[in-house]
């Protein structure tokens, strides 16, 4: 096992209809200005906005609305503005991911006299300036942000979706699933595979004996795999939603990454494909992951699948015959949540950028680095390999 450091500060509220009682409390001790940030009407259909608002009475509530998934740097831009001219001392983030992600760039941005979309190009500004306290409103198990320091922006102006990083987590964090109970089935498998692939990401990786991180991903999957279904049949179900949420946070809080020494592969890939055609992050996950587990295993890399197949999916055999059969059990999976397995059925049926972004990924992911090292070339094969 590697050297590591481990060290998170989130304050994590778990369960339901705590933000009724607390939610204020938890705000107030940061100040009275507040940046309220969210996505479009879900909160207002569903009554949060309202309980929320409630919550907040006798604070003063500055409002930015209309964040999109795969967060755009203009939100960014607006936010930035609002901080500043209106002195937020705290940024209350109410949503998913995109959400919370925007707020966090949006609270470092306060202190940033130029362009925000800097702090994303060049993400080590970030951490020489400081950012507001944020305080997250989870309601999509998904990409984990309420309990690390990453956000994910996009540019559309530029065909860029990058990865920045603050220097706090999120201060305060409110787990309710019962806020995931409307969240529509294509989300919620999106969100599932999102899960999984975060943990796929860390599961393969060249360290020894990390055998801590190893037994906690193996768990974590077997949760996604078993109650992702379940949630989906059952949107209501309490205990798949609450598995769902908190395998999310757990799964990208910095635990599941102890020991590891290789860098991320295909959610690099994947951000090219966001990039450029805006699709759901967790969809395009989901149709990448299944050819680079068939890319990536190898001779050297076939124990580890066979691991993977015996302690995630129960399979039994040789390890040649367990390995393939653990690839073929996820991609089976994927299909089963009811989302789109191939780029034409989310509207790819081009190849015509393949090439830009493959080698902008290669870059950017620093693929060279990955548990099974990628050229552009590979990149490419995995681009055409996902059109059929």
């Known amino acids: 096992m590697e050297n590591f450091s481990f060290k998170n500060t989130t304050d994590i509220r778990f369960g339901a209809g705590r933000i009724d009682d607390e939610l204020r409390n938890v705000v107030s001790q940061f100040g009275k200005n507040v940046l309220l940030t969210y996505g479009g009407g879900s909160i207002k259909k569903s009554g949060l906005y309202d309980r929320v608002i409630k919550a907040l009475d006798g604070l003063n509530v500055v409002e930015l609305t209309g964040i999109a998934p795969n967060p755009k740097i203009e939100s960014v831009r607006k936010g930035q503005q609002l901080v500043k001219s209106q002195n937020i001392d705290v940024v209350l983030a109410v949503g ?40 997250d409103i989870l309601t999509l198990s ?20 990058l990865g920045t990083y603050g220097p706090n987590t999120p201060a305060v964090s409110f787990l309710d699933p019962t806020l995931t109970y409307s969240v529509s089935k294509w989300q919620t498998a999106a969100g599932s595979i999102d899960i999984f692939s975060h943990l796929a990401e860390q599961y393969f990786d060249q360290s020894k004996n990390n055998d801590v991180k190893i037994g906690l991903i193996e768990g974590l999957m077997r949760t996604v795999i078993k109650w992702a279904p379940i949630a989906l049949q059952t949107p209501d179900s309490y205990d798949a939603r609450a598995n769902l949420m908190w395998a999310s946070t757990l799964a990208l809080n910095g635990l599941a990454h102890t020991g590891n020494i290789n860098g991320w592969t295909v959610h690099p890939i994947e951000h090219e494909l966001s990039a450029y055609y805006d699709i759901t992050h967790g969809v395009g996950l989901g149709i990448l992951t299944p ?34 059969q653990a690839i073929s059990a996820t991609a089976e999976w994927i299909a089963s949540l009811g989302v789109p397995t191939t780029l034409p059925g989310v509207d790819i049926n081009s190849t015509e950028h393949f090439e830009a972004m493959a080698n902008s990924a290669v870059i950017v992911g620093q693929l060279d680095k990955g548990y099974v090292p990628l050229t552009a070339t590979d990149v490419i094969a995995l681009y055409e390999a996902s059109m059929a």
Do not use: C
């Open 96 to 135: 998913g991911g995109s959400v919370i992600d925007a707020a966090k760039v949006i609270a470092s941005s306060k202190f940033y006299a130029s362009d925000p979309w800097e702090l994303v190009v060049e993400p080590s500004k970030r951490l020489t300036i400081d950012q507001l306290p944020i305080v």
């Open 142 to 161: 998904a990409t984990g942000t309420e309990m690390n320091k990453g956000s994910v922006i996009s540019n559309p102006e530029t065909n860029q979706k």
């Open 291 to 324: 050819h680079w587990m068939t890319f990536a295993l190898t001779a050297e890399t076939q124990t580890q699948f066979a691991n993977f197949g015996r302690q995630v999916w129960q399979l039994s055999g040789d390890d040649q015959t367990v390995a393939t």
